[in-house]
């Protein structure tokens, strides 16, 4: 953990500042294996029980990165009253494939924040691929970092969260 917290300082030092970046594709290493790791520890700190299986943590040291089943978004918080935030929690969804019958799923949610860069994590338990980029309000506020993007990534997206936002960031899909 420390050699990925060394890492990171000088990588996001300007987006918890608020200072616009393009993270390249080892900075976007660096950016995924630090934030999807902090997400992880919201969830053991915050519930008995984690939301995420097991099996994750043991993957992800194994792997230095995080599974398909997740999404890594990256967004940008304009406000000033909550500069550390932290909320986990399950979620649902439903998926549809073709014209079949739309399936409830289960999920699990995470995000933190610090500074201006906010960091969420969504994934789920569904053994094959499934598209979780966003779509509606949150495809404007963030930058998807996971699964990797093939080029450079610009940050801050166009619409930043406010205070209100971030809560609605953090608790809605």
Known sequence: MARIEDAARPVLTRPIQGDPVTFQSAELDTVTRWAFLKCLVVNLATHKEPLTPTRLYDWTRRHQR???????????????????????????????????ERTERYAYQLTISVGHAVFQV????????????????????????????????????RTPLTDATLFDFGHKL
């Not at 990256?74 to 909550?82: E, L, P, Q, S, T």
């Not at 598209?131 to 093939?150: A, E, F, H, S």
Request: aromatic residues 10%; contains cysteine.
């Open 122 to 157: 969504f994934g789920h338990h569904i053994a094959t691929a499934v598209d979780l980029r966003p779509t509606g309000w949150k495809r404007d506020t963030t930058c998807v970092i996971w699964p990797k993007p093939n080029e450079s990534v610009r940050w801050p997206p």
């Open 66 to 100: 995080p599974p398909r089943s997740v999404v890594l978004l990256m967004a940008c918080y304009g406000g000033v009253r909550h500069p550390l935030y932290a909320s986990a929690g399950p979620a649902r969804f439903h998926i549809q494939v073709g014209d079949g």
